[in-house]
């Protein structure tokens, strides 16, 4: 089965400094896709960045970025330069190319402290 | 703003009630997705419909439904309703049929009493 976990439930930093979240997970598959989505408080899902598994290079957008692990089944964020703005939960979620069932973590609730 | 509209924003119905809940995707996707996010179970996919048809399923109740109508809206139908249905759906949709970028609406806050 294919299982996406969070291992950090929360995880607080200061604002413009750098905040890593972790994701793991479980898969026999060679072709997926792994993705990070934000949920603020006005509970709307907004996804921030996206990793094709066969891409060895990491996805970047702005101020985000990952490390995709691939042998090992880790895809962390990093959140560089963290402002106010980026509080909120943030989910990993896994889906196999041929298969549109996302399986989503847990969930880690970033705070940001001013 | 996304471009996905649902309707309505909240819902407060009695258990064995049966609802409604309706996405309307971004202009020109072809696919929606309805998903369900609880406290106890996370963010579950419900099932996928693009241009009309079922595309997939994913952990969906019996007693839940969907369908895709010709101008491409959703609907999505649950019944016999239990406290343990309260949650969060949302509708996300993306152009192609493979999920690979998908755009989520607000969400429907469910509240079974």
């Known amino acids: 089965a294919q299982t996406v976990t969070q291992s950090q439930p929360e995880m607080s930093v200061q604002e413009a400094e750098t905040v890593t979240l972790s994701c793991t997970y479980d898969?026999?598959?060679?072709?997926?896709?792994l993705f990070w989505y934000k949920q603020p408080p006005s509970r709307q899902m907004i996804l921030v960045i996206r990793q094709e598994a066969y891409k060895q290079q990491n996805a970047t957008e702005n101020r985000f970025s990952v490390n995709f692990q691939k042998a090992a089944k880790s895809f962390s964020l990093k959140i560089s330069d963290s402002q106010l703005g980026d509080a909120a939960m943030y989910f990993c979620a896994y889906k196999v190319d041929n298969n549109n069932d996302m399986r989503f973590g847990a969930g880690t609730r970033l705070t940001v402290k001013p | 703003d996304s471009g996905v509209t649902q309707t309505p924003k909240h819902l407060i119905t009695a258990t064995g009630q049966r609802v409604t809940l309706r996405c309307s995707p971004r202009?020109?996707?072809?696919?929606v997705y309805w998903y369900q996010q609880s406290l106890d179970q996370g963010l579950q996919f419900l099932i996928q419909y693009y241009n009309g048809e079922e595309r997939a399923k994913g952990n969906i109740l019996e007693r839940f439904s969907a369908q895709q109508f010709p101008d491409l809206h959703s609907e999505l139908n649950l019944s016999s309703l239990e406290l343990g249905d309260s949650a969060l759906y949302f509708c996300?949709?993306?152009?192609?049929?493979?999920?690979?970028?998908?755009?989520f609406g607000q969400g429907t806050r469910l509240t079974v009493v």
């Open positions: 996300a949709s993306s152009v192609g049929d493979r999920y690979t970028e998908a755009f």
């Open positions: 898969t026999s598959e060679s072709d997926y896709y």
């Open positions: 202009s020109g996707d072809l696919s």
